[in-house]
């Protein structure tokens, strides 16, 4: 059950018609930009930036199923895992598997809102389950602390120490470099080798060690991550900080407070610069303001990406 996820891995955004059902052709498009820089290791398919959470079970695997038909060989589809019951999760992590997917993301049950930090005992607890009955590896989706289902470092370096079926963890830090690092250091104390993956804040991630990056900034602008990625790996750190400048307006645009709208953000970014028919998003999520909007636009006008 051995898998590498390093690199960059692009979390998809799901392209929705105007009456909100899937947009099959726009999925297969968004896929196949994508997909195609060398470097680009995974698609993440129906996790928060593809709004997983307003996708019927047969969308989740029908997703799948394109992705798998866009991608190269070299390539794996890890599929975002969102249940609010850990039976529910389980028989999403077998349909995942039997459509094609190489890993699992197990996104945090809702239930770990009542303080998860607090009660570590069910984070673990859900860890287990899923590993125990369904053999496929599992990346953690460690929430950033300032939420109520981010659980400790100490909590997601356990998890990872106990179910062997963990291969890697995305660190939603942000831009707490300071608890990234504690979870890399963690991580690379096991005895085995668990990927650490960055989401946004890249450079700094990068530089300080991360294994790739699991992010949603990969829709619209996946061969800059690569870039960026492979330069920091070769040692070209002028080179690094040169990208990291040129991109860090429209980076600051997409991350920025609230982070409710980031994922939100992805789909303006992909409107933009013609990978999207429009930037529907799924109730309950709501349209970005438009002095959010205008601030995407504008960053991606100054480095000449825009298409609309």
Not at 126 to 146: G, L
Not at 211 to 228: E, H, I, K, M
């Amino acid at each position: 059950m051995s898998i590498k996820l390093e690199g960059i891995l692009s979390a998809n955004v799901t392209p929705f018609k105007e009456n909100y059902d899937l947009d099959e052709p726009g999925l297969r498009k968004l896929i196949r930009y994508q997909a195609a820089p060398e470097g680009i290791s995974a698609i993440v398919c129906n996790a928060g930036a593809g709004e997983g959470a307003t996708l019927t079970r047969q969308e989740r695997v029908r997703i799948i199923e394109i992705i798998g038909e866009e991608i190269r060989n070299d390539q794996c589809i890890v599929a975002g895992i969102e249940a609010l019951s850990t039976r529910e999760a389980i028989d999403q992590a077998k349909e995942a598997k039997a459509a094609g997917a190489a890993a699992i993301m197990l996104t945090p049950p809702h239930v770990y809102d009542w303080s998860s930090t607090a009660n570590p005992e069910f984070a673990i607890q859900y860890f287990h389950d899923v590993a125990n009955a369904v053999e496929i590896p599992i990346t953690i989706f460690h929430y950033p602390a300032s939420t109520a289902s981010g659980y400790s470092s100490d909590t997601a370096i356990r998890i990872a120490r106990e179910v062997e079926n963990v291969a890697a963890i995305k660190v939603a830090s942000g831009a707490n470099i300071r608890r990234y690092e504690q979870v890399l250091r963690g991580m690379r104390a096991l005895p085995r080798r668990v990927s650490v993956l960055a989401t946004s804040s890249l450079f700094q991630h990068f530089v300080t060690g991360a294994d790739g990056a699991l992010t949603g900034f990969a829709n619209f602008a996946p061969q800059f991550c690569v870039d960026l990625y492979n330069a920091v790996k070769a040692g070209d750190l002028d080179k690094a900080r040169r990208l990291h400048e040129i991109n860090w307006a429209l980076e600051a645009a997409v991350y920025k407070a609230p982070n409710v709208y980031k994922h939100s953000r992805y789909k303006v970014a992909a409107y933009f610069t013609g990978l999207l028919d429009n930037m529907i998003v799924r109730a309950p999520q709501v349209p970005v303001p438009e002095g959010e909007v205008k601030l995407i636009h504008d960053a991606l006008e100054k480095l000449a990406m825009l298409k609309r």
